[in-house]
């Protein structure tokens, strides 16, 4: 079913259209009778009337007299008596015309576009106007369009249920679950399949470089109706306050991490800042701080800078500990190890890992 908007958006843009060419073609016609115009502009007279009553209001800035489209009437006949510059059928340039493809098909494939049928309509109706120039040798690919991003967006617009496995790097494991897609959607370059989670019983964002396996079900999908698509106006990740708190200090060369993500609360500390930001699980917030510098220090809960500390420890007594073929003196122990140190790189900070199902 078509929804409403989209027919008045459509109806508002044949409108458009229709009025862009009207100027030319009464003036290419003289004294045309208005139900002959009708007839070639393939709407009725009624139509066609309220155009010329919008055109009355139609023209150049200032929109004084001598500024707007005027027009006279004699009986059922119109000409135009004054075109405000209107005098002929918009007309793209090649490079313009091109540009519009180029846009046209980027928009058509980019996942979760609405009314995908208004976008190849126009593009159809701009490449049948450009002509060769259409079929120039111009391949439109967007950032993540993988072969499995179109699996899925042809499974979501088929309307069925899909098995996937999955990798969710919180908590560092796979799961199979089934899920009824309610739309695909591109969000910081990545593509994510928006569904119905059974195993959740919820619904969920799931990222498509993160599905290791996608197997099309025989059934249609079904989404309850309780399920609700979510606003990422403010993108993927939306902290709550049922995710666990963590508190860092950092200094100078770390303040990107409070314009790079969500803080609840960020607090000058003489040349050092504390910032409480929420994370989806301690184990991300782990692999987050031992990727972040040495100018980080864990603050609260206690238990994460002791995971930091563990972990950090390890890594160098691994870097201690010769191999059994080395050849030379065995290499100087480290320094000591603090509280919570957080300069081991073992990973990097990508705000997309911030869990984005649970």
Same mark, same amino acid.
């Given at each position: 079913m078509t @929804?409403? $908007?989209? @027919? $008045?958006?459509? %109806?508002?843009?044949?409108r458009l259209a229709r009025l862009l060419n009207l100027v030319p073609y009464l003036l290419a016609r003289p004294g045309i009778e208005i139900a002959e115009a009708a007839h070639d502009l393939g709407v009725t007279e009624k139509q066609l009337r309220e155009d010329l009553e919008l055109l009355w209001v139609c023209g150049l800035p200032g929109y004084g007299p001598g500024d707007l489209i005027d027009? %006279?009437?004699d009986g059922d006949r119109v000409t135009i008596t004054y075109d405000a510059g209107m005098d002929r059928p918009l007309r793209l340039t090649p490079d313009e015309a091109l540009a519009l493809v180029v846009a046209l098909r980027m928009l058509a494939e980019t996942p979760g576009v609405d009314n995908r049928e208004a976008v190849e309509r126009a593009l159809a109706k701009i490449e049948s106007a450009a002509g060769d120039l259409a079929g120039a040798p111009v391949e439109v690919r967007l950032p993540g369009d993988t072969a499995r991003v179109r699996e899925l967006r042809a499974a979501v617009e088929r309307g069925r249920a899909l098995r996937i496995t999955y990798y969710t790097p919180a908590r560092?494991? &796979? &799961?199979?679950?089934?899920?009824d897609p309610l739309r695909m959607l591109m969000v910081g370059g990545r593509a994510y399949v928006e569904a119905w989670c059974r195993r959740a019983e919820g619904v969920r964002m799931f990222r498509a470089d993160r599905i290791d396996a996608v197997t099309e079900l025989p059934e249609q999908a079904v989404v309850p109706p309780q399920a609700r698509p979510h606003d990422l106006r403010d993108g993927v990740f939306r902290p709550s306050a049922d995710l666990p708190l963590i508190t860092l200090r950092i200094g100078r060369g770390e303040r990107w991490i409070t314009e790079y993500y969500p803080c609840e609360r960020v607090e000058s500390d003489g040349e050092q800042w504390l910032v409480s930001l929420r994370v989806t699980g301690l184990d991300w917030a782990r692999r987050f701080v031992l990727g972040l510098g040495?100018?980080? &220090? +864990? +603050?609260a809960p206690p238990e994460l800078a002791e995971q930091v500390r563990e972990q950090a420890v390890a890594a160098l007594d691994a870097y201690a500990t010769p191999p059994t073929d080395a050849v030379g003196p065995a290499p100087v122990d480290p320094a000591p190890v603090g509280p919570a140190p957080a300069g081991v790189p073992t990973g990097s900070a990508d705000p997309a890992a911030a869990g984005v199902t649970r």
């Open positions: @929804r409403p $908007a989209a @027919r $008045a958006g459509r %109806a508002s843009a044949d027009m %006279a009437f560092d494991e &796979t &799961t199979e679950r089934t899920i040495p100018e980080v &220090t +864990v +603050v």
